[in-house]
């Protein structure tokens, strides 16, 4: 099983939509959590951390459920530029490098 | 710079020969990290250096993956004997310390293509 697992999609929306990916790890031990931003053939870049009482910015909103260890993206108001991989990140205290899921892909469609 | 660099950006070479990856982090950033992408799939991760030592070596695929890191500055990554499974996007990123809570910053990462 995957440290951190994503559908693949692709999740394809019209514009304006409003679009929610899901994301689930593994290791219990988990303390930090992000979703990265990856568009076709270029670096990771982080959106946004992820916090246990859940966090908003903009159009995005991010939650986190320990319980269940998941934790989840809402994209609200889709734009065209917003088409791109999506990666969900989780790290532990015992390793300082990054576990990344292998990326939910959003196409907006005009 | 005001980013992670990396360099080459793209190197193209026949098997069995040696490349070295050359990755300049954001000044200041005590930690640093090598990834390795292949084509559409996530990224795994490779070797962690905070400061010049190296405590988590554990994504090394083989022997013939090699790095290292001169003080908080530039690291090289080696690949001696490359093979076509070796090819593949390398990503270095680098975070102000090697605390879980901070993210990374990526450069644009070295398509490496064995031939």
């Known amino acids: 099983r995957k440290e951190v697992e994503q559908d693949p999609g692709p999740f394809n929306v019209p514009e304006g939509a409003t679009v929610a990916f899901n994301c689930t790890y593994s290791n219990s031990a988990s303390q930090s959590f992000f979703w990265y931003r990856q568009d076709c053939r270029k670096e990771p870049k982080l959106l946004m951390s992820v916090y246990s009482s859940g966090n908003e910015d903009g159009r995005f909103t991010a939650q986190l459920n320990r319980a269940s260890q998941y934790i989840s993206l809402l994209i609200r108001d889709s734009k065209l530029s917003d088409s791109a991989t999506y990666l969900c990140?989780?790290?532990?205290?015992?390793?300082?490098?990054?576990?990344f899921g292998s990326g939910t892909r959003l196409q907006v469609q005009p | 710079g005001a980013g992670v660099s990396q360099s080459p950006s793209n190197k193209v070479t026949e098997k069995g020969k040696d490349v070295e990856l050359r990755c300049d982090p954001i000044?200041?950033?005590?930690?640093l990290y090598w990834y390795r992408q292949r084509l559409g799939q996530g990224l795994e991760f490779l070797i962690y250096?905070?400061?010049?030592?190296?405590?988590?070596k554990s994504g090394l695929p083989s022997d013939r993956f090699s790095a290292e890191r001169t003080g908080e500055s530039v690291s090289t990554l080696t690949i001696q004997r490359t093979q076509q499974e070796d090819s593949a996007v390398y990503l270095c990123?680098?975070?102000?310390?090697?605390?879980?809570?901070?993210?990374?910053?990526f450069g644009d990462g070295t398509r490496l293509s064995i031939l």
């Open positions: 990140v989780v790290n532990h205290m015992g390793r300082r490098a990054l576990t």
């Open positions: 990123a680098s975070s102000p310390a090697g605390n879980s809570n901070q993210p990374q910053h």
């Open positions: 250096f905070q400061g010049n030592s190296a405590p988590d």
């Open positions: 000044s200041g950033h005590t930690a």
